[in-house]
């Protein structure tokens, strides 16, 4: 099995279709809705907030709301209420199974319910997936985070309508250094061994560091990119605003952070400044005219034509071409 990350693919173009890279459409289908292009903030305190979440609703992107210090039931009445559909995330304790009760009672049903903790291949995800099948059957259920086949197959099996793959590749995240666990460094090949696998679609989450790898992640077999720190940072986000020598910078940090936490226990993430980046809107419309470019690169019309291409390995025992056989 060969081992690498973004930084050592490049994708091989194809002959251009287009006249202009606008004419290619970045929108991407998941869970029965459309989307302007492939790519969620992740579900993180520093990265969205309800207010953001709403805004990108409304604007045609996929959002999930981050399930720390928030009322879920008041969230999902507000976002509908709104007239968009409501993604929220959940974990696997009792205030989670309460928190699906309450909404079931309420006739209150989440378009989207992410079942967010660090390592989903465990049987307390199994258990809680099952729980909102019952519960709520019309949720599309996303599950994670993992980063093995036997990981996907299972939650696949469990019920889960997509999975998030990704363990610790995320700028913020330590979970390699602090476990020796992970996907971090091998992130993309990780995506590749599990979209193999996969029949539902995959997320792929963390490792993140240019535009460019979102349409690596789409050719190895992600429906949704994951992205946290090129999200940060900007004038909305929901993280407190630093001056440094001048400079004004925004707080990002993981979940899994005594930030976070708020307590030193089971750490697995820090905390890192990231440059105020100006508008959210005006990342989103660049990442799609970047997308579009990706697609007239590969020679395609359409988001998934990204999958047709071949690549290169760059450096190392497995460089060469790699052709799509």
Sequence with gaps: ?????????????RKCRVESRSECDASVEFGGRSFRIPVVPANMKTVVNQDICTWMAKNGYFYVMHRFDIDNVKFVREMHAHGVFASISLGVKQPDYQTVDQLAEAGLVPEYITIDIAHGHADSVKNMIGYIKKKLPA???????????EAVIDLENWGADATKV????GKVCITRLKTGFGTGGWQLSALKWCSRVATK????????RDHGDIAKSIRFGASMVMIGSLFAGHEESPGNTVEVDGQLFKEYY????DFNKGEYRHVEGKRILEPVKGKLADTLVEMEQDVQSS???AGGLKLMDIRKVNYVTLGGDNAGEHLLM
């Design 295 to 297: 697609i007239s690169y």
């Design 201 to 208: 679609p995959i997320i792929a989450d963390g490792g993140i």
């Design 1 to 13: 099995m060969q081992i690498f990350d973004y930084e050592n693919i490049l994708l091989l173009p």
């Design 139 to 149: 949720s599309f259920v996303i599950a994670g985070n993992v980063g093995t086949p």
């Design 166 to 169: 990704g363990i610790g590749p």
């Design 254 to 257: 993981g979940s899994a952070s």
